[in-house]
């Protein structure tokens, strides 16, 4: 679903008779001020108490009504404006905030394509793990067509590369960046190229390309040694963390400035994540990720317990009173930036957190055995789409439509979800996370709502003040991405 914002009419020339509506809202109380969320719109307003005042005196009145009362309507034009354009105050029927089905215009523009099942280490938490697709190894054919079939329905793309460990086929890679980019320059379109790694194979060459293609680096690294080696190993149970961290020594402002780091919570780190995050702080990276263990894959028998989710949000929690305080370090925590985000864009492009979740419609996956998938979270048949030859747009508005996945977002608004004045800014949790823990996805999942319950108050109070310091922590880390990607061009 994606926004439009309508120009606010002109107040004093509307017929007498208009009605003017307040839309169900809910509100958050800061201080002296009230911040109104209409219920289920991606939208919000702060109000001062005053204004409050006047919000609730505007409710089913016409504008005759007020004309002929001892209000102007020219000293109300001002919260007139705000209140219909953030989608709190409808005209016959109809606000400034109108919503559209992107879906019915164009089809997936972020593709994530896995190159192999395969993979050089074998993590025992490894929630991508299968025997079965283990010898499987991506047709470059299938991902030419779903390419091409992307940007014929989108001026923009992603292409995401993945695994196993896709460094394994690198020069199938290359073969499709080339392939991408001549259409891209042919037409006139952009594309961007994103990578999750191990970050083991990465060599002179490797890392070059991978500058010169301006791609966004994702590495597995988990913490220290004691941490990293306890569950990343390689096929005869040997911890990776040393043959790693040597990448720093061979290529230090490329690991610290280019990479993102992504480390899998464990059972056991969970409940060291100070420790974690001194040791980020210490290697000066850019920007660091916490993301929960699936129980999926070879982690298929674990389960994420009260005291773990307690942990992993208390945590986070922490850092963002930190940064709301002014005290915050790099690395920048991409769990917080992408709680933050929604706030600051009624558009989001996160196709995670956006309502509905993007899986399937705004985001697909081509897997190493050539099977179409709405989400690279879990194997399971719920993200099925389709086989290797497929009509990726016809597949999207069929097939998808018919997983229970499609019907999620009518399920959330009939839910308790759909009372929460934070499922527009969340999206109901994500799916495949709902699946792996409750086996439906006609549910959520308990720790992500748990933090955002928690640090959605904190966030909506923040940056709804014009100057505040979660506003900077994110413009800072904004300015820092584009000037390494600045370096990164004036090195070519």
Not at 50 to 76: A, F, H, P, Q, Y
Not at 110 to 121: F, P, Q, V, W
Not at 283 to 310: F, H
Not at 438 to 459: M, Q, S, Y
């Amino acid at each position: 679903m994606i926004y439009r914002s309508m120009a606010p009419p002109q107040w004093g020339r509307l017929p007498g008779h208009i009605q003017l509506e307040l839309v169900p809202t809910q509100t958050l109380v800061d201080g002296e001020d009230t911040i109104l969320f209409p219920l289920l719109k991606h939208s919000w307003l702060r109000v001062s108490t005053k204004d409050l005042e006047n919000v609730l005196m505007l409710d089913g009145r016409t504008i005759d009504s007020i004309r002929n009362s001892r209000e102007s309507i020219k000293d109300l034009i001002p919260l007139l404006d705000s209140l219909y354009s953030s989608g709190l105050l409808s005209i016959d029927g109809h606000s400034g905030l109108d919503a559209e089905r992107k879906e019915e215009t164009s089809g997936p523009s972020t593709l994530l394509i896995k190159m192999t099942g395969a993979c050089n280490i074998a993590c025992s938490y490894c929630y991508d793990f299968d025997q079965s697709r283990w010898n499987g190894r991506g047709s470059s054919t299938h991902a030419k067509h779903l390419i091409a079939d992307s940007f014929s329905v989108n001026d923009s793309i992603t292409v995401m590369f993945h695994g196993g460990e896709p460094l394994l086929h690198f020069s199938e890679i290359k073969e499709l960046v080339s392939f991408a980019n001549e259409i891209a320059h042919r037409d006139g379109k952009k594309i961007t190229y994103s990578i999750q790694t191990n970050g083991l194979l990465l060599d002179e060459e490797i890392v070059q390309y991978l500058l010169n293609e301006s791609f966004d680096v994702g590495i597995s690294l988990d913490g220290p040694l004691e941490i990293h080696n306890l569950y990343r190993v390689d096929h005869k149970g040997r911890g990776t963390f040393e043959a790693l961290i040597k990448k720093f020594d061979e290529f230090p402002e490329f690991m610290r400035t280019r990479v993102g780091f992504m480390s899998v919570i464990t059972q056991n780190s969970v409940f060291h994540l100070d420790q974690v995050w001194q040791f980020f702080r210490d290697l000066d990276v850019q920007t660091w990720k916490l993301s929960p263990m699936l129980p999926e894959g070879r982690a298929c028998t674990n389960q994420v317990t009260a005291n773990y989710i307690e942990s992993f949000v208390d945590f986070l929690e922490e850092r963002l009173l930190e940064i709301i305080n002014g005290s915050y370090h790099r690395p920048y925590l991409i769990n917080l930036i992408q709680a933050v985000e929604p706030f600051l864009s009624r558009n989001s492009k996160n196709v995670c957190t956006s309502f509905p979740c993007g899986a399937g419609r705004d985001f697909v996956v081509l897997d190493a055995k050539g099977a179409l998938r709405s989400c690279d979270c879990s194997y399971r048949d719920d993200f099925f789409l389709g086989n290797a030859d497929f009509d990726l747009l016809k597949m999207v508005k069929t097939e998808f439509k018919k997983s229970d996945l499609a019907k999620r977002e009518q399920w959330l608004v009939d839910s308790e979800c759909g009372q929460c004045v934070w499922l527009p800014f969340c999206g109901g949790t994500c799916p495949a996370e709902a699946l792996a823990n409750t086996g439906t996805v006609l549910a959520v999942d308990e720790l992500e709502c748990n933090l955002r319950k928690r640090l959605f108050p904190r966030i909506a109070k923040e940056v709804s003040q014009e100057s505040s310091n979660l506003r900077e922590y994110i413009q800072q880390r904004r300015s820092d991405r584009a000037n390494s990607l600045t370096k990164v061009k004036e090195a070519r």
